[in-house]
């Protein structure tokens, strides 16, 4: 039976991913892993959870003895937004975790790494309509900086040492159970939270803002779908494309009011206005298709409906 580890459980998608594992695998062999965020209940009650800063590699290297973990999927980071108020601190976690992570599987003979680069590789120079797999990446912010090193490094190690490290490309994650973390893409979850709470919300990015997005039922499945793959289906060890939809945030804000009628919607641009301008607005995930059978069962009109119905319960019963 495999035994995996997940940091950065207590994120957006940790939380959602390390349930999804454990309803996979089994609670006890999936340990949730993080630092300074209070896990939720249901994450602590199902399995394993340990308090981990995933800098210090012999930290972390206790828990993978510890538990026999073979697996790990790697996921604290620090997200866009945020690293742009602090630069130094992003670098240092997103690099400094990957490598121990990278340098533990290697010492141990780890079975596979999951690492999940993201859209921020790509920078103003590259095409913003259908981004293909491979182009310039030369990113604008610190967050992007660490994913563009990031995938040099994963696929270093599986060429130098045969680590069977596998990852995507994330654009934007809509998620009804997790807040946000402080990403770009963070208006078009809070955008939901806020059209059934109070029906109304100040966007940070324009009305005409366009990114590609994912519903996390479909980024848990490309994580899942791609770890579980064959390896003679894994023709790439630096990131995958892998696309959901894309929308702008009028658009999302028009299908929103098509089940909250009066949500009003204003929009005030801040910082994160450059560092969408600079991201893609669709992507070619045409290599994810062909080599692991990747495909997207959500768009905008079906997550939208999901999203409300979902949120509105969770209202009604006093959960947000």
Same mark, same amino acid.
């Given at each position: 039976?495999?035994? &995996? ?11 959602? %991913? ?49 538990? $026999? ?5 790697? %996921? ?21 975790? &990957? ?50 090193? $990031? ?68 980024? %848990?499945?490309?994580?899942?779908? %791609? ?94």
């Amino acid at each position: 039976m495999k035994r &995996l580890l997940v940091t950065g459980a207590t994120g957006q998608i940790g939380s959602e %991913l390390t349930l999804a594992l454990r309803k996979k695998y089994g609670g006890d062999n999936v340990v949730a892993v993080g630092h300074r965020r209070k896990p939720s209940d249901e994450l602590v009650s199902s399995g394993p959870f340990e308090f981990v800063d995933v800098g210090e590699k012999e930290s972390l290297e206790t828990v993978v003895k510890k538990y $026999g973990v073979d697996t790990v999927y790697h %996921l604290a980071a620090v997200l866009s937004a945020t690293g742009e108020q602090n630069p130094q601190a992003a670098w240092n976690l997103n690099m400094g975790g &990957l490598y121990n992570v990278l340098e533990i599987a290697r010492e141990h003979g780890l079975t596979r790494v999951f690492w999940p680069s993201s859209i921020a590789v790509f920078g103003p120079t590259a095409p913003r309509t259908d981004t293909p797999q491979e182009t310039v990446m030369i990113p604008g912010t610190m967050y992007g900086v660490t994913k563009v090193a $990031g995938e040099l490094l994963c696929n270093y190690y599986f060429v130098k040492y045969g680590v069977d490290v596998r990852g995507v490309r994330y654009p934007g994650i809509i998620s009804s159970e997790t807040s946000p973390g402080g990403g770009t893409t963070d208006y078009a979850v809070e955008i939901f939270y806020e059209a059934v709470k109070k029906k109304r919300y100040t966007c940070f990015v324009r009305e005409d803002t366009v990114l590609p997005m994912m519903y996390m039922p479909d980024c %848990l499945k490309s994580t899942i779908d %791609l770890m579980e793959a064959d390896p003679s289906r894994v023709k790439r060890h630096d990131s995958y494309n892998v696309a959901g939809m894309s929308f702008s945030a009028g658009q999302l804000a028009a299908e929103i009011r098509k089940h909250v009628a009066d949500f009003r919607c204003d929009y005030k641009p801040d910082f994160r206005q450059k560092i969408a301008d600079s991201w893609p607005m669709s992507i070619d995930d045409s290599a994810a298709r062909k080599d692991w059978g990747w495909r997207p069962s959500y768009n905008l009109a079906t997550m939208t409906t999901d999203m409300v119905q979902k949120l509105s319960k969770r209202f009604a019963e006093g959960g947000l």
